[in-house]
């Protein structure tokens, strides 16, 4: 199949606040050119779950009668945004992706919506997701599949796919995803976009349907780093109601955007560009390397020496806590209930059984293993120790680097199908993602090139912990120079 060669231009935020503010523009017409377009393009994609135009309506109202009062407008006034299915808003669905949470509506809203909402952001719909967040692809969702907007025969990503590809495909400025291996930066990757993973406890997960809770992280996608700086500067911050989140001030993320990269230093981990790179990720990556080169920045080769163990121990962590967290659809507090069982036993057993699909089973069957007695010290506990290692080969590397650039992904998107019936080889395809999500640091994916077929590429930018403005500083740089 050939690529789609049409070219989307997003708005950006400044663009639509703008013209919400200056009259040229009403919030309530953006958000129905926004509809319009998920009405026309998502049918091929199909990043949407679910969208309600009437609550999206009416909050943009209030900001069309604001800006018609004169008043200040908040800083994402009038911004369509959609918000993956693992994120709840009070009174709508929150499928997670599972068939197990048909029907659930949730009875509060995520922090991080709310805050979004607050600042005058629209919401469109719910996003489609792999289920529970488990996935690379998105074809674990028990809705159907998302296609990449940018060549509808390949996936757009996972776990966050929906998210990725409704910025991808300009219906949406922003959206929310998380990412617990990758999901936000490996779609945005595969999708052209801009994808941020804020350090832990920097945006709170309160709201969040729990994968692996010492591992999952809220963060946005756009179409262009400002856009990811300003929108990270709002859903980040204190929440009260996540014990895990932290009280460090958050800093004007777009302050220091365009301060360029002379004479920082950036490292260059030789473990990210061994075998299994794909040839034409490896032209690119290196090739924003040079410019980042050219325009100052002092490229350090870097070792990270325990990075060969970080897949298979991000696949013990990560398994082991959802093990944990998915012990409570039950089908009887949420959503769907198998009918026909006989006794309280049969219900759990069948809910659970024709609730979840088979990739989040082999997870729960994977992680109850690790964590079974005889087991716990073998896997679990060894698993917790590389851990550690994995963060102290980062710390090391950020004594000497104020960041650190790897490919985000060792491919381009690949085929739909391509890899579904072999979970090792997906597993493999988080090798430069999960050692950031181990390590509890920040890091973000930026575009900075396309493949012969146009497909886009990636670059990931790793930060230091809360040291988001530094990471977006250099993805602005990779922007420009791009
Ligand atoms: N692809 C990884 C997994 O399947 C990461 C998923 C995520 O970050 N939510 O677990």
């Known amino acids: 199949m050939t690529v789609e060669t049409t070219e989307i231009k ?33 049918p091929q994609i199909h990043s949407y779950l679910s969208v309600n135009r009437e609550r999206a309506f009416e909050r943009a109202a209030r900001i069309d009668d604001l800006a018609a009062k004169g008043e200040p407008l908040p800083v994402l006034a009038g911004v369509p945004v959609g918000i993956k299915d693992v994120l709840t808003i009070e009174g709508l669905q929150a499928t997670a992706g599972s068939r197990i949470l048909e029907g659930y509506r949730a009875p509060y809203t995520a922090t991080s919506v709310q805050k979004l909402e607050a600042a005058g952001a629209i919401t469109l719909g719910k996003l489609n997701c792999d289920e529970f967040a488990m996935g690379s692809s998105n074809e674990n969702s028990a809705y159907g599949a998302v296609h990449n907007p940018h060549a509808l025969d390949r996936v757009p990503g996972g776990s966050s796919g929906g998210s990725a ?35 832990y406890g920097r945006v709170s997960r309160y709201g969040l349907i729990a994968f692996a809770s010492s591992l999952d992280r809220v963060g946005p996608f756009t179409a ?29 993320y777009t302050a220091d955007l365009d301060k360029g990269v002379s004479g920082l ?39 990270l020496p325990h990075t060969r163990y970080a897949v298979p121990t991000y696949y013990l962590i990560a398994t082991a806590e959802a ?39 082999r997870r729960i069957m994977l992680g109850t293993y690790a964590l079974s007695a005889g087991y716990y010290d073998a896997y679990y506990k060894k698993a917790q120790q590389v851990r550690r290692l994995l963060t102290d080969d980062f710390l090391k590397a950020f004594a000497e680097v104020d960041a650190i650039l790897t490919p985000t992904a060792p491919t381009p998107a690949f085929k739909l199908g391509e890899k579904s019936d072999d979970p090792l080889s997906m ?41 988001e403005a530094m990471i977006l500083r250099v993805a602005q740089a990779v922007e420009r120079l791009n």
């Open 10 to 42: 997003p708005l950006s935020i400044d663009d639509i606040r703008a013209s919400i503010e200056s009259g040229t523009s009403r919030a309530t017409a953006i958000a129905e050119s926004y509809f319009e377009q998920i009405q026309s393009r998502d």
């Open 165 to 199: 590809a409704a910025v991808a495909g300009g219906m949406a400025v922003a959206t929310l995803g998380t990412d617990t291996g990758g999901s936000i930066r490996q779609p945005a990757s595969f999708c052209g976009v801009v994808g941020i993973l804020p350090t």
């Open 224 to 252: 262009n780093v400002k856009d990811a700086a300003t929108v990270l500067g709002v859903i980040a911050g204190h929440d009260p109601m996540d014990a895990t989140s932290s009280p460090l001030p958050v800093p004007d």
């Open 265 to 303: 230093r950036l490292g260059v981990p030789a473990e990210y560009f061994a075998e299994g790179l794909d040839a034409e990720v490896r032209a690119a990556i290196e090739r924003s390397i040079d410019q980042l080169r050219a325009a100052g920045a002092i490229i350090k080769p870097i070792s």
């Open 323 to 361: 093990s944990a967290n998915l012990a409570r659809f039950d089908g009887v507090r949420y959503g769907f209930r198998a009918k026909d069982a006989n006794t309280l036993s049969a219900m759990y057993r069948k809910s659970r059984d024709l609730g979840f699909g088979a990739e989040v089973k």
């Open 427 to 467: 597993y493999l395809a988080d090798i430069y993602t999960v050692t950031a999500s181990l390590a509890g640091i920040c890091g973000l994916s930026v575009p900075c090139g396309q493949s012969a077929e146009g497909l886009p590429i990636g670059l990931q930018v790793l930060g230091k912990h809360f040291d």
